[in-house]
């Protein structure tokens, strides 16, 4: 059982890895608040969780503290500046990862890497709410590098599944296969050339990784056929944004916002969902407003490509307009009617891996944190010497919808990752979010609506069974669909796929949940390793 119960007074961590969990209550308990919490913790799922995240990835910090005001920082991945010769490509190496019911290709190699920028995300954090000194709130993480985390089952089974990509060079084999063969579930998992990293960045500050001989290092793998420069270093790495902030289900949901598409596409989904309460059965609705929120990302409002607009300033106002989620809301209702509007829908492009983590913190002052982190499947590239895998968001389908290497020097890119925090009486009553390329959206929303309209405990919430849409195409966990359910929506045309048992590609979702009298509820996740700590 993953679900503890608590106090306020005590701080709260749940995440994907027992290791993960245990790292940011500890600093809680040393007197730290949810952002020292959040950076020992995902410095320690860099060995705990090394198929999910590194520092060569890249993520969302949303922070809120107990009187609402809140922050999103930006770190995730941008576009790098490089152009190839005439007549030459980036490398982008396909490598094709066999998921047992499937096979999917991703993309790897130097032309993958796009700025690594989760290290500044976490020491910009710290610099602006941090409270302990940035060494204890590191110290560890450095010592699960050091020292080194035995893997669990789940991790091992993911590191064999991208078994191809970490061990694609070899300062890669050296990292994850250090006597010739792939580590597996109880052995132990060490990277001290991080932990020096890591404790070089606390003594010569960041700017080492992205202005020094560290960034220099960085460039140097990605060459000659990649498209990262120093100059993509020296830029900025971290965005500040204002929250998307939406009344919801009886407060206030923030979340992501543009231009990540995740946050959005979930709001929209929840706003559609809690106006159309009572229409139908809960699950064909939630069926219908997870498709709606997919066909407005593959059609846009008017026809234009949503992931074209997505970097639009006014993108949120016109998506979320009330005009524009009654239309949506209208267009359910005549298909709950007369079955309509069951043409071809193309599906969204699809990472079955879904190769992201996510922490929630709730501190005992009320801060909380959310953080989802990501190194997409690792481009396979280990800077040597620096136990830094590099990214390759470059190489992934979803995060680059317009083809890759498309978007101007510059450009974030889109991500799905949609850390959120639900208000209730504008204070933190709820933190979540979770990993699983496209279907994190769903999984948050199912675990809300669980959790906040049927006033399930948050375990029940996080544990029940899940649906995912992919155009008509429905897959269902068990124990989701009855005759009664599976008739409704099969005269919607659905296609209905019934999975045999619960799977990690139904997300991640980890939770804290906080009643009005302080009482803490807390989950991990079952699908994805999930653990949770108190301080």
């Not at 503890?4 to 709260?12: E, K, Q, V």
Request: hydrophobic share 40%; with cysteine.
């Amino acid at each position: 059982m993953q679900q503890r119960h608590g106090t306020l007074n005590r701080g709260t961590v749940a995440a994907g890895h027992p290791a993960t969990a245990d790292a940011g209550a500890a600093v809680l308990r040393m007197g730290g608040n949810a952002v020292d919490a959040a950076i020992a913790a995902v410095t320690t799922a860099f060995i705990a969780e090394p198929a999910l995240t590194s520092a060569g990835g890249g993520g969302f910090l949303l922070l809120c503290d107990r009187h609402g005001k809140s922050v999103l920082y930006d770190g995730f991945a941008r576009m790098p500046s490089g152009r190839m010769p005439d007549g030459y490509k980036a490398l982008l190496k396909p490598v094709a990862i066999d998921f047992g019911d499937t096979v999917q290709t991703f993309h790897i190699g130097q032309g993958s890497v796009a700025t690594p920028a989760l290290p500044a995300l976490l020491f910009h954090a710290h610099r602006q709410h941090g409270r302990l000194p940035l060494a204890e709130a590191m110290a560890p993480g450095i010592d699960a590098a050091r020292n080194g985390i035995r893997l669990n089952h789940l991790q091992a089974s993911l590191l064999k599944m991208l078994q191809p990509i970490v061990t694609d060079t070899a300062e890669a084999s050296a990292l994850h296969a250090p006597h010739g063969e792939l580590i597996g579930a109880g052995d132990l998992f060490c990277n001290r050339a991080l932990a020096n990293t890591l404790e070089l960045l606390l003594i010569e500050g960041i700017d080492e990784m992205y202005h020094g001989d560290l960034a220099r290092a960085i460039v140097r793998a990605c060459v000659p056929y990649g498209l990262l420069g120093m100059e993509d270093m020296r830029a900025p790495q971290v965005a500040t944004r204002t929250p998307l902030a939406t009344p919801l289900f009886g407060g206030t949901l923030l979340t992501n916002p543009p231009p990540s598409s995740g946050g959005l596409l979930l709001t929209c989904a929840a706003l559609l969902f809690d106006q159309l309460k009572g229409k139908a059965e809960a699950p064909v609705l939630l069926a219908e407003c997870l498709r709606a929120a997919s066909m407005l990302r593959n059609h846009g409002i008017t026809g234009e490509s949503f992931d074209a607009r997505i970097y639009q300033q006014d993108i949120a106002l016109q998506t979320l307009d009330k005009q524009a989620i009654q239309r949506s809301a209208d267009a359910i209702c005549d298909r709950l009617r007369h079955a309509a509007d069951t043409g071809k829908i193309d599906p969204e492009a699809d990472n079955r891996h879904g190769s992201t983590t996510h922490i929630s913190i709730i501190d005992k002052d009320g801060m909380a944190v959310s953080l989802t982190s990501s190194n997409g499947e690792g481009s396979g590239i280990v800077v040597p010497d620096s136990g830094i895998h590099l990214n390759n968001m470059l190489g992934e389908e979803d995060i680059n919808p317009l083809g890759f290497h498309a978007l101007p020097a510059g450009t974030p890119l889109s991500s799905m990752m949609a850390p959120s925090i639900f208000l209730r009486h504008g204070q933190p009553a709820m933190v979540i979010g979770s990993g699983g390329s496209n279907r994190l959206r769903g999984a948050i929303l199912q675990v809300l609506l669980h959790h906040q309209l049927l006033q399930q405990d948050l375990e029940t919430a996080v544990y029940a069974p899940r649906l995912h849409n992919e155009a008509m195409r429905l897959e269902c966990e068990p124990e989701y669909m009855n005759d009664q359910l599976r008739e409704s929506l099969q005269a919607l045309g659905w296609n209905i796929r019934e999975w045999q048992q619960q799977s990690v590609y139904f997300g991640g979702v980890h939770a804290i949940a906080l009643d009005e009298r302080n009482r803490i509820q807390a989950s991990g996740d079952p699908r994805r390793g999930g653990a949770v700590a108190f301080a």
